[in-house]
């Protein structure tokens, strides 16, 4: 695995917004978020090997939710509705409970960000985020399907649901994808079905997009990082 040094402090890639939020909810970035930052901003693929409570899920999360805060406008429809083209981060969870927990999750720094955005006299950012299991009804997989998130939520099964569908067209956009807890996949059937669903996924998308991997259990290491990235370079 390539280990690059970054001299940059790791704050100082994210937008004043950011920093003001996460300088008002946290003292001080952790090992996992100074050094997953450094990678993660690189646009490296990249593992994050961290104890239970070390914001590593921020760590994949923050750099996302920023760089989609400062994106350009999005166009609007009828009724000045915002329309996005598709889903730009692709979360990934073998835990249908732990998909709920995470949105659950970002809506802190969502609303961080807004506060932050309006005290720097920037206009809020509208990020969209939705979850996708086995037990979404049909009408809400139709709906995400009509108007997609930024952020989509969702499991290896349902994933490969998405990509025998019509909704296969909102994951063309996908820029990164996150995989949590990523030790229970590699190495098993599950994990193999997984793999398959990425590669799927990048040649519809038709262009590389960025790999996180998280998890405090990855043994050994290096074997984890050639699942998550198969034959790319993994930090």
Partial sequence: MARVANPVPALEQFSPAARAWFADSFEAPTKAQELGWRAIGSGDHTLLLA??????????????????????PLPTGRGGKVVR????VLYVSPLKALSYDIERNLRAPLAGLRIAAAREGL??????????????????????????????????????????S???????????????????MAGTKRGSHLSLSLERLERLAGHPFQRIGLSATQRPLEEVAKYLGGDRPVR
């Fill in 51 to 72: 104890p239970t409570g070390s914001g590593k899920t921020l760590a994949a999360f923050l750099w996302c939710l920023d760089r989609l805060a400062n994106r350009p």
């Fill in 85 to 88: 083209a598709g889903v730009s």
């Fill in 123 to 164: 206009p809020p950012p509208d990020i969209a985020v939705a979850t996708r299991t086995g037990d979404t009804p049909s009408r809400e997989r139709e709906d995400l399907r009509k108007d997609p998130p930024d952020i989509l939520i969702t499991t290896p099964e349902s994933l490969y649901l998405m990509l025998t």
């Fill in 166 to 184: 019509r909704s296969k067209a909102i994951l063309e956009t996908v820029e990164t994808v996150i995989i949590d807890e990523i030790h229970t």
